[in-house]
């Protein structure tokens, strides 16, 4: 069962298309950029993280290396946080360093949300467009596994990763 504080500011939508996306058993995740919002689903341990200081969250600048071993979480997730940072690519790179079997990320698709007189605002600094995670992912050795939005608007893109090992071992499976 997913379920969440409700504290946050995120678009309608975007937190059941997420819960629907996570896949079910025990993983070990972080939570990028939590802020204070905070989520729980049944069988998750959740490591929040966050560049505010939250008595509970681990603290980064997520612009910068970020402070795990490799592999140390099953998953990341990344809710409305790409579009903030400095470099996607640094980013990506970074969860998929730190990440061993998938990551869920959003992010805005609507190029108001960018343009002069609003992303200071909200804070973006970068659109991030489906074919950007598709070309750093690839080359990172990981692959769009799933490509969603929160409602027929297409406001906010979910996207979640998953190594490219996977998809290959998936495709021998599915050829035996």
């Known amino acids: 069962m997913f379920t969440h504080n409700g504290h946050g500011n995120h678009v309608a939508g975007i937190l059941d298309a ?36 939250y008595p509970d969250a681990v603290y980064a600048d997520l612009n910068d290396p970020f402070p795990f071993p490799d592999g140390t979480f099953d998953g990341v997730v990344a809710i ?5 940072l400095e470099n996607p690519y640094h980013f990506l790179r970074e969860v998929t360093r730190i990440a061993t079997a998938w990551a869920i990320i959003t992010t805005p698709t609507d190029e108001r949300w960018f343009s002069v007189g609003n992303y200071h605002i909200r804070g973006h600094r970068i659109m991030v467009p489906l074919w950007l995670f598709q070309c750093y992912s690839h080359e990172l050795g990981w692959h769009v596994s799933h490509v969603g939005y929160n409602h027929p608007s297409h406001e906010i893109l979910i996207v979640k990763l998953e190594p490219l090992a996977r998809r290959v071992a998936d495709t021998h499976l599915q050829q035996e």
């Open 80 to 84: 409305e946080l790409i579009e903030h």
């Open 18 to 53: 997420v819960a629907q996306v996570l896949p079910h058993g025990k993983h070990s995740v972080a939570d990028l950029g939590c802020g204070a919002f905070r989520w729980q689903m049944d069988g998750y341990t959740i490591t929040h993280v966050d560049r505010d200081a």
